[in-house]
């Protein structure tokens, strides 16, 4: 039974969540049936126009629709930070299971690995990997996937030290279940209170790490919008043209803070189960 | 030498070891990356419109004929020296272009870091002590929002607010340390702000839920019933109790205070590392990219070995595991 009091906050936590997620998935929805304009097209008569009807954003330097240019941002934010999250949910859960249901020497070999990729600044690792290999958004993906994955890791091996111990997992051994069975469908299952928001805030994460970069110049590449590209280029116009900065910088704020209180409100939830 | 002695010497030796190991692999994936280009480095480096005799010449200059691990030793010997060879782009030894741009970006890093400490402790102590009144509230919902404001995004609103509204600050101006060290913190006390906040807003959550936790255990409640004065049992049980989650959410802070500064002193426009990197990475300059990446790894690397030796001294039962 959940106690009164968690399931409040839980909820708050969820509803908060979800309008600020909603307008982010409603602007990815958009963009792929009803962009207003073309995010790419430039206009030379339309240069940094205030918002208004026509342009509900404004427009940039370009002559750009600043609206149909977040539209087309959020459809790659979000689509980077699910597939780069999946391979670091991948990556982790292939690692951090064995790693924990075995120790010894395979647990020791894995988690140095882990922890020597973790000493790397992780900006700095995805940097250097789009830098040599060239920036793509393929690129930008993989290297944000490897550097979340010890993240991962680490939450699987606690959770499967813990759990091995358990009789039911005693029992499955007694029963000679074979070891990927017993880790991939009796503790993998289990360990869900703990992978749960650990994954949707390694979405927000991921998130922060990619409009950095592209701020840098080395994720999304031009002319392909992206918060971070968005808000690097007006640079120059923060102070005459602020629907430049604005808009970008809420609906970034907005995707971020959306997952922060999903995982909050998921967190509180499944701990108020547990409580009692 | 007693038993407590010889384990915390046993602990610390493991932990050695383990850095050592650690460093071992970090210095071989350091330079694996940038083995492991397709294609040749010299060639690279050089651009398509290169002619044979200069790839060759590059190619001897950086040692690349000679075989893989005879390349790695050199270069891990010369890592832990000082001597990572010269810039292929600005022709002066790698060593030295990081010693110039280091004043900037560790001194925003630590400027940095010490507004994390003096804001959050305080905070998170007077939050924890009223857990869900409106003071409390407040900080939590500010934390939750500065969390999730990315720290260039945070830079260009604090630029906007600075130089535009207040106008107290020029963007851009950076003044070194040897030309008084108050216009130095001065130049760089904005930036460190913007990498600072979300930071405070993370050690605030963490701590905060760290005394809140200590707070509701049994011997606290236990020495409330025994008529301990509140400033007592805080500051002599909960305050040391909680200081192994400030010791790990400080190192993480810190290494992450690193990585940020990257970006925002390019936000800033500051002759940092951050700088120095996208130069390097803009210019294919490989020596100088491996260079900065093991070095900045190696900080974090020695800065995780010294928080572990730390976090054992603040709680002896974390030898034992």
Known sequence: MQSKASSFRARTFFITGAVFLGIVLLAFVMSLICSPYDPNATSAREILLPPSGAHLFGTDNFGRDVFSRILDASKYTIFISIAGVAIALFLGVLSGLPAGYFGGFPDRVIMLFNNSIMCFPGILLALVAVAVFGPSMFNVVWALGLVFAPTFARVCRAGAMELKTRDFIMHAKVMRVKPVRIMYSHILPNLMPQLLPATVIGLANMTLFESGMSYLGLGVQPPDASFGKMLADCKAYVLTAPWLVIFPSLMLIFYILGLYFLSEGIRVSYSGRSDS | ?321
């Open chain 2, 1 to 321: 030498m007693s038993l407590n002695t010889r384990q915390n010497l046993k602990y610390a030796g493991l932990k050695f070891i383990e850095l050592i190991a650690t460093l071992f692999v970090v210095s071989f994936l350091t330079f694996a990356a940038f083995s492991i280009i397709p294609g040749d480095t010299a060639q690279i480096m050089l651009g398509p419109n290169a002619s044979p005799e200069q790839v060759a010449r590059l190619r001897t200059e950086l040692g690349l004929d000679q075989p893989l691990p005879v390349r790695y030793i050199t270069w891990v010997a010369g890592a832990f020296t000082g001597n990572l060879g010269d810039s292929s782009s600005f022709k002066v030894p790698v060593i030295s272009l990081i010693a110039q741009r280091l004043p900037v970006t560790l001194g925003m890093s630590i400027l940095a870091l010490i507004m994390v400490i003096a804001v959050s402790y305080p905070l998170s102590v007077f939050s924890a002590r009223r857990p869900g009144r409106i003071g409390d509230t407040i900080c939590s919902i500010l934390g939750h929002v500065l969390f999730a404001i990315p720290p260039f995004v945070l830079s260009l609103l604090l630029i906007v607010l600075a130089s535009g509204v207040l106008h107290i600050f020029t963007m851009g101006k950076y003044a070194p340390p040897e030309k008084g060290f108050g216009n130095y913190i001065a130049s760089l006390a904005l930036p460190a702000f913007a990498i600072a906040l979300p930071k405070i807003a993370m050690t605030f959550k963490f701590m905060r839920s760290a005394i809140i936790e200590q707070n509701a255990s049994e011997y606290v409640k236990t020495e409330r019933s025994h008529g301990l004065s509140e400033a007592r049992i805080f500051l002599r049980h909960v305050l040391p109790n909680s200081n192994v989650s400030s010791i790990t959410i400080i190192t993480l802070v810190l290494s992450d205070i690193l990585g940020g500064s990257l970006i925002v002193e390019q936000v800033f426009n500051l002759p940092g590392l951050g700088r120095l990197l996208l130069t390097a990475i803009d210019r294919r300059d490989f020596p100088l990219m491996s260079g900065m990446i093991f070095y900045l790894a190696l900080i974090t690397v020695i800065l995780y070995f010294v928080s572990d030796i730390l976090a054992s001294i603040a709680d002896p039962r974390i030898r034992l595991k």
